[in-house]
């Protein structure tokens, strides 16, 4: 990762976690109230050069949700809880992963790292998209921010997402990283901001 990047998603994340922390303390609290523990939910993503590293989220469905459903979230999935509904719809529930940035297994603008399952059916030329750190936002996240809307009409969900809005984001982030600089990731930054308060 060039350096400039590096030190920018070092002092956003360190920075941002440090003045949010009351806020994060505050939905912590409010899971472990309405929905008990655990607070933060981990699961295995696939990372730069294809290691395998844990993404942190705060928990947003009932416990075990993986063993009662796929990987996907579509439309009103029932594993979601009351309160998952809400972080999820301000993307609330995506802020732990300023934690994965401090430790340096994503970055604050890079594609969205997949499960291992997904990652499998990759083409040689998809897996090009490993050679890049993964990130909390993208182009592609934004282009695709109503995808579970696209996929609850969809007569079969999983493949529509792994033919169809899985190779586009792919393309998206590698055509996004030929051009990828510190101030284009703070554009798509703010553009994701401009698209969960809208």
Known sequence: MPVGKRLFDITVSSTGLAVISPFLTFIGLAILLFDGSPVLFRQRRVGLHGEIFSIYKFRTMIRDASRVGKSLTIGADSRITPLGHWLRRYKLDELPQLINVLKGEMSLVGPRPEVP??????????????????????????????????????????????????????????????????????????????????
């Open 117 to 198: 399952e997904y990652v499998s059916l990759y083409t040689s030329d998809q897996r090009r998209v490993l050679e890049l750190i993964p990130g909390i936002t993208d182009p592609a996240s934004i282009a695709y921010s109503n995808e579970s809307d696209l996929l609850v009409s969809s007569n079969d969900p999983e493949s529509e997402y792994i033919n169809k809005i899985m190779p586009e984001k792919i393309r998206l982030n590698l055509e996004y990283s030929a051009r990828a600089n510190v101030w284009n990731d703070m554009a798509v930054i703010l553009s994701t901001f401009e698209k969960v308060l809208r």
